[in-house]
């Protein structure tokens, strides 16, 4: 046992040569236990090969040890001997106490190699034994949180809060928060970011709890918890845009805008900060900062259509046609494409006189947005100054179809029908 001790120290202090010098004499000498202590050391310290000779040897020698054999089992995956392990784990009979150990290990395999229902499967045999046992009910809930199924892992998440609200170093109540989260239930889920906070302060669960009290439309309380995070991490850049989100829809919209300046501070090639930004600055008026920004944003992602279509936007009010038209027709020709650039060259065509052109464009537009009313609206006049009056009157019908109390249209439609 000395000569054990003496390896562990020298493991802890950095020296693995001269403790692994060491394991050939404790292997001749020490006892079977010992050599069992040795080999769970060495798996635990990643040293799986020389666990792996320890083990094999003792499972030679003890074949009817179930806690060797699964001990090998474990140290065969760890090698990708999946074969061997899965050899092992069968012959587990149903009896043996340790076959729900041996079903979560198989578990493990089978999910490893993308076997989700067979993991499944190993995984309900070890609850029917064990139906209590937190790392079984973890092991279940965990399955099912990975492939989506988030319903069925909070059954088993809460049924963990019966007991414990820890297992393999995983904060329950904050895995429920996500669960619900990610079922778009934001409501239920602050509560357990509530629990998971009051257990353990870290930037995931503010920023999870900040991100849900967003979604809720809860504005003060993503604000403060947001806060609470940049606090504890500055650099944590995906709390600046919802904080400055959550700032813009409480109406504080020049806080949103230094936090979204705040954010690009830290991460200076964050596209959708960039376009945020400029967002905000078209709010408040700052035209010239918000170009800066949205370019910033379309020169880091060329192909960035939200980014694009915002500055499009911003040309188009600012009547600057002629860039609206050379940058679309450039976009287009590098493959990018979105049917509002077939409105927005409309528009522009319609406000350059180049009406055959425009009316073409309307045409192409009207394919997708024959439902928009404000599309139409637009399209109804157009047509009018085209001269093109029953086109016109079944554009204004169209749009009467959809609001049948829209004023404009149908006083448009009397007219024309007078």
Same mark, same amino acid.
């Given at each position: 046992m000395k000569q054990m001790e003496q390896i562990l120290q020298l493991v802890e202090g950095g020296e693995v040569e001269k403790a692994l010098a060491l394991v050939p004499k404790v292997k001749a000498e020490a006892t079977d236990e010992e050599k069992y202590m040795l080999a769970e050391q060495l798996f635990s310290w990643g040293m799986v090969d020389e666990a792996c000779e320890i083990a094999e040897e003792l499972s030679f020698r003890y074949p009817e040890d179930g806690e060797i054999q699964l001990f090998l089992a474990e140290i065969y995956m760890e090698l990708d001997e999946e074969e061997k392990a899965l050899e092992i784990l069968a012959d587990v009979d149903e009896q043996d106490p340790l076959f729900p150990r041996a079903c979560l290990l198989a578990a493990d395999l089978y999910q490893m190699q993308g076997l989700e229902e067979v993991s499944e499967q190993k995984l309900?045999? &070890?609850?029917?034994?064990?139906?209590?046992e937190p790392i079984i009910q973890f092991a279940l809930a965990e399955l099912y949180f990975a492939n989506?199924?988030?319903q069925q892992s909070i059954h088993f998440y809460r049924k963990i809060l019966e007991q414990e609200t820890t297992v393999a170093g995983t904060l329950?109540?904050?895995?429920?928060?996500?669960?619900?989260?990610?079922?778009?239930?934001f409501e239920q889920a602050l509560p357990y970011y509530e629990e998971a906070l009051q257990q353990k302060v870290d930037s995931h669960i503010l920023f999870g709890y900040g991100f849900t009290a967003f979604q809720a439309e809860y504005y003060q309380t993503a604000i403060e918890k947001l806060t609470q995070l940049k606090e504890l991490d500055q650099d944590y850049v995906p709390l600046y845009l919802y904080l400055a989100k959550s700032y813009e829809q409480e109406?504080?919209?020049s806080e949103g805008y230094e936090m979204a300046?705040?954010?690009?501070?830290?991460?200076?090639?964050?596209?959708e900060l960039f376009l945020y930004a400029g967002k905000l600055a078209l709010k408040l008026g700052k035209e010239n900062e &918000?170009?800066?920004y949205i370019r910033k944003a379309i020169e880091i992602d060329t192909g960035y259509i939200e980014a694009f279509l915002t500055l499009m936007h911003m040309l188009l009010h600012q009547e600057r046609y002629d860039e609206v038209l050379a940058c679309i027709e450039e976009a287009m020709a590098q493959g990018e494409y979105d049917p509002q650039m077939e409105w927005m060259l409309a528009r522009a065509k319609h406000k350059l006189e180049m009406y055959s052109d425009a009316l073409n464009h309307y045409q192409e537009a009207y394919t997708f947005f024959k439902n928009d009313v404000d599309f139409l609206e637009e399209y109804g006049y157009f047509l009018l100054e085209e001269g093109n009056r029953e086109r016109a009157k079944e554009v204004f019908e169209q749009i009467?179809?959809?609001?049948?109390?829209?004023?404009? &249209?149908?006083?448009?439609?009397?007219?024309?029908?007078?």
């Open positions: 309900k045999k &070890a609850y029917e034994k064990l139906p209590d989506g199924n988030y329950i109540s904050e895995r429920v928060a996500e669960a619900f989260s990610l079922l778009g239930e109406g504080q919209i300046k705040e954010g690009l501070q830290i991460d200076e090639w964050n596209k &918000a170009e800066t009467v179809r959809i609001d049948p109390v829209h004023t404009e &249209a149908l006083h448009m439609l009397w007219q024309l029908e007078e």
